[in-house]
Structures are given as structure tokens and as C-alpha cells.
């Protein structure tokens, strides 16, 4: 029973573009939702957060928009770099808009930004 | 201040023995997660601990395995009687309220022979 999915297991983007990557949901319990960076043989490093009282959250180079109604997020990257190439996970938490509590993670998606 | 740490960072046993896991979460963090990521999968979560309390084990399998966070030290995620499907790389987070991120370490890869 996969709750959060990232259906594309790869995306390639050229230096300069914009990447865009995309987590569906299934429960309707999650409110707040992650992404995380994660580079061969490391943890996952927290990028950006959204709770779901929100639809759109901006960090620097990137921004993670929420649409409750699809349950659907993405995460853009604009411009993409090559040092953003690793591997991307979506994550939810049904928490009370909180970080708090277990995750629920998807399989990721590996971004290769070609220089 | 230092991040997450785990130990070992490969750990390789044959079917049957016992595998140690070891997670020191960040200075002032007395929260500590628990995930399991097989190959080619996300992370799963498996056990959520504070300080000498369990708070969360509905990841966790029903035998064999088994986690603590004591008083003084690191958490520990324990396995017995390890089997091939129990490879994979195990990764801890530490937070330091429920209202903060969870940090992750580098992660265990266990390899089952």
C-alpha cells in the first residue's frame, strides 16, 4: 500500500532550466509534507516543507506547491544546477501541521542536471 | 555541533546472527527515528523512541527485531537471527521537539550473507 508515490523514477534536465518533480498522496490524514535531498551513500538532507494550510511554499532556488484537492505536490527547481543531481524523496506526516511524527516516504526520484 | 551519527557504516553478518546498530542523535535531541530503505524503495519507517521510551513500533516486524534509546548512550536497533531479506541500509533521524525536522544520518548498510 504505497501512500505517497513518485511516479517517475528519473528525470534529466539541462544547467540553467527548470526542474520539476511530482509526489502524489493517498491518505487524506497528511497535512504536512517534505522533501529531501539525498546524495549516494548519505541521509536524506531536508530541503523545503509545506503544511497543508498552504499551496505554495519558496526557498531560494526552490518551491513546492500543494494542491489538497489533486492531492498532488511538486517541487520546482529554478535555475537547476548540476550539484542538485541525487536522488529526491517526497514525504508526509499526518501530525497536526506539525513536522512531528513518522514519515511516510516516496520511492524518489533521481534528477540528472546536465551541465 | 555534530550531526547524526551511525555505526557502523557497513555491517555485513551471515544468516543467523545478531546485527547491532548503533544511532547518536544531534546534541539536544531527545527524539530518535528509526527507517529501513530496501533496495530500489523509499524509506520505511520502523520504530519511533525518546529517551528510554518507545513511543511508536508499528514499522517494526513482529520478531527479531527490536529497539531501545536508554538514558545514557546511543539508540540501538537490534536484529536477531538475521536473514538475507533483512538487507538493506537503516537509517536513524533525530529531532529535537515534535515541532522541528527530523536530521538523518549517514545510515547502516547491513549486507546478509
Known amino acids: ?115 | 555541533n555534530a550531526g547524526v551519527m551511525q555505526n557502523p557504516r557497513h555491517l555485513v553478518r551471515r544468516r543467523g546472527q545478531e546485527a547491532r546498530l548503533r544511532c547518536s542523535p544531534m546534541k539536544g535531541h531527545s527524539h530518535v527515528y528509526w527507517y529501513r530503505q530496501l533496495p530500489e524503495e523509499g524509506l520505511k519507517f520502523m520504530v519511533y523512541l525518546q529517551k528510554e521510551n518507545i513511543i511508536d513500533e508499528s514499522g517494526m516486524p513482529k520478531e527479531r527485531f527490536s529497539a531501545e534509546f536508554p538514558k545514557e548512550g546511543p539508540s540501538i536497533l537490534r536484529i536477531q537471527q538475521v536473514v538475507r531479506g533483512d538487507s538493506a541500509a537503516y537509517f536513524c533521524a533525530s529531532q529535537k521537539n515534535p515541532n522541528n525536522e527530523q536530521f538523518f544520518g549517514p545510515g547502516t548498510r547491513l549486507t546478509v550473507l
Not at chain 1, 517517475?8 to 517534505?34: A, H, K
Not at chain 1, 535531498?37 to 541521509?43: D, L, S
Not at chain 1, 511538486?74 to 550539484?83: K, N, T, Y
Request: charged share 15%.
Open chain 1, 1 to 115: 500500500d504505497q501512500q505517497v508515490k513518485q511516479n517517475s523514477p528519473s528525470l534529466s534536465v539541462q544547467e540553467g532550466r527548470i526542474s520539476i518533480l511530482n509526489c502524489d498522496y493517498t491518505n487524506s490524514m497528511f497535512d504536512y509534507f517534505l522533501w529531501y535531498k539525498k546524495y549516494p551513500a548519505e541521509g536524506p538532507t531536508f530541503l523545503i516543507s509545506i503544511s497543508s494550510i498552504k499551496d505554495k511554499n519558496e526557498d531560494g532556488r526552490f518551491t513546492v506547491f500543494l494542491n489538497k484537492s489533486a492531492k498532488h505536490l511538486s517541487l520546482h527547481i529554478v535555475p537547476s544546477q548540476p550539484g542538485d543531481s541525487a536522488v529526491y524523496f517526497c514525504a508526509a506526516s499526518a501530525a497536526g501541521g506539525t513536522s512531528y511524527g513518522k514519515l511516510t516516504f516516496g520511492q524518489g526520484t533521481i534528477l540528472t542536471v546536465h551541465p
